[in-house]
């Protein structure tokens, strides 16, 4: 197996710097898009055939160095009793949102596994056929709440920071009930063969560091404490996060991923060496001109400086309308270097 991805993770020497990209299966691959013509999204997260199909097409095409799974993160909650539809150009919106300390009590506590059995089947089928490792992801609890209070997605979060600020002690449960959620997830799925793990607390950037350290952070640490047992890379990623940065360090996650508005070299600084990062390109630089694409890649690589512990990734997610010849030519960028020695 290349294990590069892995290797990089725990800050050992690479022959060359990994790069795989968040939202690498589906959206801007056109073997993807012809999937799309006859599924929806809820049909190929439901199929564990299809969803392992699409988390491995980017790996053949692309030649990147770790399979993300095509997955959702809220796919989970119908553990918690929740039911919601995966709403093509919308995203996941909850037939009946959280919004009382009444409701918060009654959710339900139904295993992870029993709410996502072919997400599962699909982690075990993408585990043996790919040979790069796999990588599998889980919602932060701030970002999971977000979405279970908001309904969907949205741009400002209102009624979930009133509901943290009105409910104090609701909203600590829930938190604490997701995160548990959370822990139970990854665990199935790294015992379906996952290699590492990702926790995606997206939204957590549009909180104050305040709250930030008093409402989130305890069940961010403790879902990254009960996966220490694990022995897989614990990677933690969210948007915006350049004022909480110190913060995130101390989660207990072994890599921060880093977004695009915070040069990399002074994140890795601030987080501390003792970590590994993730990034950090911006995705809308896939748009841009190909050359000025490559000169932002070495920028990034620059600022790595050849040091143990890079992964190369974007800030976000690929965008929809991203040339796949443009994830190509970044994929074989990143892996010529700058001819510097990467041990």
């Not at 997605?153 to 943290?164: C, E, G, N, R, V």
């Not at 390109?281 to 143990?308: I, K, M």
């Amino acid at each position: 197996m290349n294990d590069r991805f892995l290797r990089a993770a725990r800050r050992q020497p690479v022959d060359t710097t990994p790069v795989w990209f968040m939202r690498q299966a589906g959206r801007s691959l056109p073997e993807y898009r012809k999937i799309r013509e006859r599924w929806r999204l809820v049909d190929i997260v439901a199929d564990p055939d299809l969803c392992a199909e699409v988390t491995l097409q980017p790996v053949r095409r692309l030649g990147v160095d770790a399979a993300v799974m095509f997955s959702d993160i809220v796919l989970p909650l119908r553990a918690l009793g929740l039911e919601f539809d995966l709403v093509d150009g919308v995203g996941p919106v909850l037939a009946e949102p959280v919004r009382s300390a009444a409701a918060v009590d009654a959710l339900r506590s139904d295993p992870a596994q029993e709410a996502v059995p072919a997400m599962l089947a699909a982690v075990e089928r993408v585990a043996r056929a790919a040979d790069v490792p796999v990588i599998c992801f889980s919602g932060g609890p701030f970002t999971l709440a977000s979405y279970i209070i908001q309904g969907g997605p949205s741009s400002d979060h209102a009624l979930t920071k009133s509901f943290m600020w009105s409910e104090p002690a609701a909203f600590d449960r829930l938190l604490a009930r997701l995160a548990a959620l959370a822990v139970d997830y990854l665990v199935a799925q790294v015992g379906a063969g996952a290699a590492a793990i990702q926790i995606f607390d997206s939204w957590v950037g549009i909180l104050s560091q305040e709250d930030y350290v008093k409402r989130i952070l305890p069940h961010t640490s403790a879902i990254f404490e009960s996966l220490s047992v694990l022995a897989v890379p614990r990677i933690h990623f969210g948007t915006g996060t350049a004022g909480i940065l110190e913060q995130i360090a101390n989660c207990g996650a072994d890599v921060v991923g880093l977004d695009w508005r915070v040069p990399l070299d002074q994140g890795w600084s601030r987080i501390g060496a003792g970590l590994a990062v993730q990034g950090n390109l911006d995705p809308a630089l896939l748009l841009a001109p190909r050359p000025y694409l490559a000169e932002r890649v070495r920028e990034v690589l620059e600022r790595a400086g050849g040091r143990p512990g890079h992964i190369f990734n974007l800030g976000h997610g690929v965008l929809p309308q991203t040339s796949p010849d443009a994830l190509q030519e970044v994929v074989e960028l990143v892996h010529l270097g700058l001819g510097a020695s990467f041990g």
